[in-house]
């Protein structure tokens, strides 16, 4: 290589530096007649071994990589390494919006996060069809019977003065039972369980928003306490899982904002979406008819996003090559295997 670059460019992916004296244009071609830095990426070996890393740092900087080795046949080796890498300066051009150095980063991370699936951290995952049609016909009939409370009462301090709608009493009968269906309708749900990797799910709410009815700008509480089951849990993602239809209401889209902006959902009825409890999010005001929906939080057995995010996108390559090539190729087994050891090596129980 004439040119390295070594001081601005990621050395991850190197196995190592070798450095050629004298001239070496045989070798390296024009231009060396110094001598030549030739960087040796990383080699297949003989030996399995799975290996994660994570960094977090100042100026927004996320680092997660990953190196994988694994034997196939004596004489055939798989090595997979792969990095996601983030470094946002926090500079007065990004916060200010003016043009200038760090507001071009900020503008091409916007453009690398958009077109490079495999490398970033999703932000919102919806799951179609949680619920069938006739389930949730069922359940509206079931809350149409229900008297309905201040949805405040389970609002933490801050929340609360930004909640406006109505919610099924937690503890009653029926918020219980409607409950318990969403909970086996979730584990039954491959995209839910590989999106999620959930490890503990509080038990479903419910919410109604009729005209007028919003929830302004807020973060959920980081801790989530259920008295009657005892369960404590850190939520790591929220969900709200639709229950009307979008034509049934106007307005009452659920917003959620993250460092590029605002995304607003809605859904059809019987879908869900996940997505970071930390972040800021809020239900728009509904101007007609009403908006009915479950929400609730989770703790994935994956702390970090960005880990819980690579493994999704690796179990989605691999059902795409089963799709392709068959579950009992060869390929598609030893990547399931390299899967699964990551969910060990990051999973926390």
């Known amino acids: 290589m004439r040119d390295p670059g070594v001081s601005i460019r990621e050395n991850f992916f190197t196995e190592q530096v070798e450095i050629l004296k004298g001239p070496a244009s045989s070798f390296a071609g ?46 055939l080796s798989m090595r997979v390494d792969g990095i996601l890498r983030r470094i946002l300066p926090e500079r007065g051009a990004v916060r200010s919006h003016r043009a200038g150095p760090g507001r071009l980063l900020d503008c091409a991370s916007q453009i ?16 179609p069809k949680v619920l069938s049609k006739a389930d949730v016909a069922e359940f509206l009939g079931v809350m149409d019977a229900c008297e309905w409370e201040d949805g405040r009462s389970t609002a933490g301090a801050q929340s609360a003065m930004a909640k406006n709608n109505e919610q099924l009493p937690p503890d009653s009968t029926a918020a219980r039972q409607l409950g318990e269906r969403v909970i086996r309708a979730l584990t ?72 590029y902006g605002s995304h607003a959902v809605k859904l059809p009825a019987g879908d869900l979406v996940l997505y970071p409890a930390s972040s800021l999010h809020m239900v728009s005001p509904v101007t007609r008819g009403v908006r ?48 699964h050891n990551l969910i060990r090596y990051w999973a926390e129980a």
Request: a negative charge; one cysteine or more; aromatic letters at 8%.
């Open 30 to 75: 024009r231009g060396t007649t110094g001598g030549a830095i030739n960087i040796v990426t990383k080699q297949a070996t003989d030996r399995d071994f799975y290996n994660a890393e994570s960094t977090l740092g100042t100026d927004a900087t996320r680092r997660i990589t990953i190196d994988a080795n694994q034997v196939i046949t004596p004489t």
């Open 112 to 127: 690398l996060e958009q077109e490079i699936r495999g490398l970033k951290s999703t932000m919102l995952i919806c799951v």
């Open 188 to 259: 039954a749900n491959p995209l839910f369980i590989s999106a999620a990797i959930p490890l503990h799910i509080f038990p479903p709410l419910f919410n109604r928003y009729g005209a007028g009815h919003h929830f302004g700008v807020h973060v959920d509480n980081a801790v989530r306490g259920d008295h009657l089951t005892g369960m404590r849990l850190r939520t790591d993602l929220s969900v709200t899982l639709f229950l009307s239809e979008p034509d049934a209401y106007d307005g009452g889209e659920l917003i959620v904002e993250d460092r």
């Open 292 to 339: 009915v929906a479950s929400f609730f939080w989770l703790q994935s057995m994956i702390r970090d996003a960005h880990a819980r995010s690579l493994i999704f996108d690796l179990d989605t390559a691999i059902q795409g090559l089963v799709e392709r090539i068959g579950r009992d190729d060869p390929q598609t087994v030893r990547l399931t295997g390299i899967y």
